[in-house]
């Protein structure tokens, strides 16, 4: 029965976990938002480090967000041709739509694409980022 089977928790799993890192990219882009509205308001106040903190942190949920969406492809017996974006069985050597050939062993385990963030001086992963509370980041 398909309700029990466990590729299909672990697909639900990896959907839920995309859709906790699109409510965070929300949540940044808001605080940004605030942030930016902030500085507005005051010309003095220097909001840069937090407004380039919370972009890294939004291109760090961009690639984790891809790196699941390749998780369930390869759960749902599918992998992603590198060179054409398009989807393939599992068992192909070749896309079927532009030819290219796949890794070997690009059947038994899914690549998942370097996660570091490509904007981040120290090519680290950026820096943590805790959200600002509400009062704060609201400006009179």
Same mark, same amino acid.
């Given at each position: 029965?398909?309700?029990?089977?466990p590729?299909?928790?672990?697909? &639900?799993?990896?959907?839920?976990? #995309?859709? %906790?890192?699109n409510a965070?990219?929300?949540?940044?882009?808001?605080? #940004? *938002?605030?942030l930016?509205?902030?500085? +507005?308001?005051?010309? &003095?106040?220097?909001?840069?480090?937090?407004i380039? $903190?919370?972009?890294?942190?939004i291109?760090?949920? +961009? #690639?984790?967000?891809? $790196?699941?969406?390749?998780?369930?492809?390869?759960?749902? =017996?599918l992998?992603?041709?590198v060179?054409?974006?398009k989807?393939n069985?599992?068992?192909? $050597?070749?896309c $079927?739509?532009c *030819?290219?050939?796949?890794?070997? =062993?690009?059947?038994?385990?899914?690549?998942i694409?370097?996660?570091?963030?490509?904007n981040?001086p %120290? *090519?680290?992963? *950026?820096?943590?980022?805790?959200?600002?509370?509400?009062?704060?980041?609201?400006?009179?």
């Amino acid at each position: 029965m398909a309700l029990f089977d466990p590729k299909t928790k672990t697909i &639900a799993q990896l959907q839920k976990s #995309i859709d %906790d890192k699109n409510a965070s990219i929300v949540s940044y882009f808001d605080e #940004i *938002g605030r942030l930016y509205y902030g500085q +507005y308001k005051d010309p &003095a106040a220097d909001v840069s480090k937090d407004i380039n $903190a919370r972009c890294d942190a939004i291109s760090k949920l +961009y #690639i984790d967000i891809e $790196a699941q969406k390749l998780k369930i492809l390869f759960e749902k =017996g599918l992998k992603l041709c590198v060179n054409c974006k398009k989807e393939n069985p599992l068992e192909h $050597a070749f896309c $079927a739509s532009c *030819g290219n050939k796949f890794p070997e =062993g690009s059947d038994k385990h899914v690549d998942i694409p370097n996660a570091e963030c490509t904007n981040c001086p %120290d *090519g680290t992963n *950026g820096p943590e980022v805790e959200a600002v509370p509400e009062e704060t980041a609201k400006t009179e």
